[in-house]
């Protein structure tokens, strides 16, 4: 993996990761697939939409399809019919997501799996082989998601653990290679909850150990918006020019302009999809629900502007119909809106820095996107 900085403006960049499997422009927002596949639409409608990255979740593919088949059918490119960069996070998540069915320690996790019970165990080095399995064009290490609130000392012996299997993740990762013909890369994670010491603690010491590129993990997790982007700032500033910088998990599109200005490059979170799923559609003036009775009869798209396959096509009032039908149509369609909006978001912040207007464009959009749409 290659990663170069072309263009700076007002602390945002502009970008290119290359993989073997394409070129990523950055700053990048990237679908959620946790399983293998962004729900809801086809890879046909991602790349339709101009969709460069995904990302999938070791955890999840380890229990379905499971590794033996992954590694079958020649990893989930082949598997999934997405020939573009993918990138899985380690299962980290879970231990925050499904903190009643985990035991943490030393060593590393125990799950006991969501879907029949069984006992599962997960360590930074066994993370690893299975993303060497899954083919994930970059990986990530295992770590521990606190929640929030989290108090100092629990906040500090976590962030020791997360560093600590980062570096035993390392070793295993640079004791082999990838098994499908092409290089993968690995991030580390910084942790540290909301404790600024310990998120400079944690991004020093994973910077001395040498990553591809490093993420900000642990937020979005409750914590007030201003604490998050004061803790962005915070690791940002420890995180080599050179090197990309992913948020993890996050979130809101001014969540991810405020963290653009911030210097983030990569992002991913369930919002465009989920909420596409659940009548919610993201527009250049605001949010609407679709279900409100108020767009039963506005024959006119979902935002006027938008270029997406949703709205050249249909209108509000007849997708409104395909959710009031429970027809799966409508969460297609959605779904596609708000990839494609999340798309044009990520792909206008990168014009705009390129012509030096990124904060002038951010300010005035995000009075925009502040509220409910009428």
């Known amino acids: 993996m290659d ?12 970008g290119v990761i290359q993989t073997d499997h394409g070129r990523v422009s950055t700053p990048v927002f990237m679908p ?29 593919l380890y229990l379905r399809p499971g590794t033996d088949i992954l590694a079958r059918a020649g990893g989930l490119h082949r598997f999934s019919g997405w020939e573009k960069p993918i990138l899985t996070d380690s299962g980290g998540f879970q231990v925050y997501s499904l903190a009643k069915l985990r035991k943490v320690d030393g060593d590393g996790v125990t799950f006991q799996s969501h879907l029949d019970g069984s006992p599962h165990r997960f360590t930074p080095e066994n993370v690893i082989r299975t993303q060497r399995l899954i083919g994930a064009d970059i990986m990530m290490v295992l770590d521990e998601c606190p929640p929030f609130p989290c108090d100092e000392r629990y906040a500090s012996e976590s962030n020791r653990r997360t560093l600590d299997w980062a570096a035993r993740c ?8 990838g098994l499908y013909g092409y290089p993968q890369a690995l ?4 942790q540290g909850a909301t404790h600024p010491h310990l998120r400079d603690q944690s991004i020093r010491a994973l910077v001395e150990m040498g990553f591809d590129g490093y993420a ?39 969540n991810l302009l405020e963290a653009v200005e911030r210097g983030v490059d990569m ?18 003036n605001g949010s609407l629900t679709i279900t409100n009775a108020r767009h039963a009869d506005e024959f006119v798209p979902l935002d006027g502007s938008c270029g997406c396959y949703a709205c050249r096509n249909f209108t509000r009032a007849y997708i409104r119909h395909l959710f009031m039908i429970r027809e799966i149509l409508g969460l297609t369609l959605l779904t596609i809106h708000n990839i494609w909006f999340y798309r044009w978001l990520m792909a206008t912040a990168r014009e705009k820095i390129f012509d030096g207007t990124f904060g002038s464009w951010k300010t005035e959009l995000i009075r925009t996107l502040s509220g409910e749409h009428v």
């Open 3 to 14: 990663f170069k900085v072309d263009k700076t403006c007002s602390g945002a960049r502009a």
């Open 32 to 60: 959620v697939g946790t399983q293998g596949a962004v729900k809801a639409v086809t890879p046909r409608d991602l790349n339709d939409i101009g969709v460069e990255i995904i990302l999938g979740n070791t955890y999840h």
């Open 170 to 177: 390392l070793d295993e990762f640079r004791g082999g290679e």
């Open 187 to 190: 991030f580390g994670i910084a």
């Open 216 to 254: 900000i993990g642990g937020l979005a997790v409750g914590e007030p918006a201003p604490v998050m982007y004061d803790i962005i700032e915070v690791c940002v500033a420890r995180i080599p020019l050179d090197s990309p910088r992913y948020l993890m998990g996050v979130g809101t599109p001014v």
């Open 267 to 284: 992002f991913d979170c369930v919002l465009p999809t989920r909420n596409g799923r659940n009548a919610m559609a993201f527009t250049k």
